[in-house]
């Protein structure tokens, strides 16, 4: 089983920006966490501050050899129509992953164009969403 997690932009302050949203740990840290729990997946991680990178690596793994692809696309999430098509355009599955509860915020993150293209979604319960996203993927 091959999973990848893909994080988009400010994600890559996590432990920084905003802890009492977000948390204390970083993402690395948590990442480590996340290859002992499921030593059974080989787990990859990519993250970017860039929509069209974003979309470069769902193209890439969106076709053989992934089993499934995690996503956070942050902000990306509530603005980006391609993101939400390249998904569409891919054979791979995806979970859509938020760390906050979004529909307990501010209303323009009442809208996403990943959900309606996206395996499920998952969010609000904090990074513990990437776990429940991979298990997900190992249910049959």
Not at 22 to 47: H, I, M, P, S
Not at 78 to 100: F, L, Q, Y
């Amino acid at each position: 089983m091959k999973i990848i997690i893909l994080n988009g932009p400010n994600l890559n302050l996590l432990g920084k920006r905003e802890p009492e949203v977000y948390g204390k740990t970083t993402f690395e840290d948590y990442f480590a966490d996340l290859q002992f729990k499921f030593q059974e997946v080989q787990l990859e991680y990519f993250q970017s501050n860039s929509e069209g990178e974003i979309i470069t690596k769902l193209h890439e793994c969106g076709f053989e050899g992934y089993n499934g692809i995690v996503l956070n696309a942050g902000a990306y999430t509530h603005t980006s129509i391609a993101i939400g098509d390249a998904i569409k355009g891919i054979v791979t599955p995806v979970i859509e992953v938020h760390i906050s509860n979004t529909f307990a915020r501010e209303k323009f993150r009442h809208l996403s164009y990943i959900s309606p293209v996206a395996k499920g979604v998952i969010l609000g319960f904090g990074l513990k969403g990437y776990d429940l996203a991979i298990e997900s993927f190992l249910q049959k």
